[in-house]
Nanobody, 125 residues
Framework: QVQLVESGGGLVQAGGSLRLSCVAS????????MRWYRQAPGKQRDLVAT???????DYVDSVKGRFTISRDNGKNTMYLQMNNLRPEDTGVYYC???????????????????WGQGTQVTVSS
């Protein structure tokens, strides 16, 4: 079994900062791309940032220059440093990862997409 658990959300005033974490645990062989999504109330879930296994980041335009995605492969952990937060950043933030599970012996499975349960971020004006 593979689990992703987000933490670090909360209530912050506009202009403030938060740091989200996503820890992957379980029978993991390898993790490829990891991603942060957010879902605002009444809206669809949108991609915010992606980071490759090698650490190459990519961001949606609305968060460029304010958010920084990073990861620690040794800890199977991904982070999202969010600075200069705006009310429109409010939503539930989910992490997602492409994970290959460790099987019996030296075998490993195909990469599959796993999701966390989300952490709420609320930015007040």
């Amino acid at each position: 079994q593979v689990q992703l658990v987000e933490s670090g959300g909360g209530l912050v005033q506009a202009g403030g900062s938060l740091r989200l974490s996503c820890v992957a645990s379980g029978n993991i062989f390898s993790i490829n791309d990891m991603r942060w999504y957010r879902q605002a109330p009444g809206k669809q879930r949108d991609l915010v940032a992606t980071i490759t296994h090698g650490g190459n980041p990519d961001y949606v335009d609305s968060v460029k220059g304010r958010f920084t995605i990073s990861r620690d492969n040794g800890k199977n952990t991904m982070y999202l440093q969010m600075n200069n937060l705006r009310p429109e950043d409010t939503g539930v933030y989910y992490c997602s990862a492409d994970v290959s599970k460790r099987l019996k012996g030296w075998d490993y499975g195909p990469f599959q997409d796993y999701w966390g349960q989300g952490t709420q971020v609320t930015v007040s004006s």
